[in-house]
């Protein structure tokens, strides 16, 4: 069983040949939604990290901005939805390999005051029931 599953994975490794890519990295992923409507969608993002890269289910998930609003992607790696990806910034030092701890772009002194404002959200919060 372990030798059919070493054999489907050269197959589909070969097939995919993606850009050697690492958690903190900015990348371009071009992806079709559909089948029925195979208009290509582009998303921009930060490598937040990579689940099971030795497998035939890697998922790549990915944190991005859109109109001041964080999300985040979830992809599987070898999907034949993905077209491409690309990569735009690598991250110069390494860090750690799941970044979901710090929000995507924000220094310690924006995290500082985001958790403070959550306090004293949690704060009134208690107080008014």
């Keep these: 069983m372990t030798q059919l599953r070493r054999e489907e994975m050269v197959k589909v490794r070969d097939g995919r ?10 990348i371009l992923i ?7 409507k195979p208009q290509p969608e582009y998303i921009r993002g930060i490598v937040m ?3 099971r ?10 944190q991005s ?23 735009e910034a690598q991250c110069k030092p390494k ?3 799941k970044t979901f701890y710090k929000p995507l772009g924000w220094g310690v002194q924006q995290i500082k005051t985001w958790l403070g404002q959550q306090l004293k959200q949690a704060k009134k919060q208690r107080r008014g029931n």
């Design 49 to 51: 990290a990579i689940r």
């Design 53 to 62: 890269p030795n497998s035939l289910t890697a998922r790549l998930i990915i």
């Design 95 to 97: 860090i750690r390999s």
């Design 17 to 26: 040949k993606w850009p050697e890519f690492r958690v903190g990295d900015k």
């Design 30 to 36: 071009k992806h079709v939604r559909s089948k029925s």
């Design 65 to 87: 901005t859109v109109e001041g609003d964080i999300l985040t992607y979830d992809f599987p790696l070898y999907s034949p939805k993905i077209k491409s990806i690309k990569i």
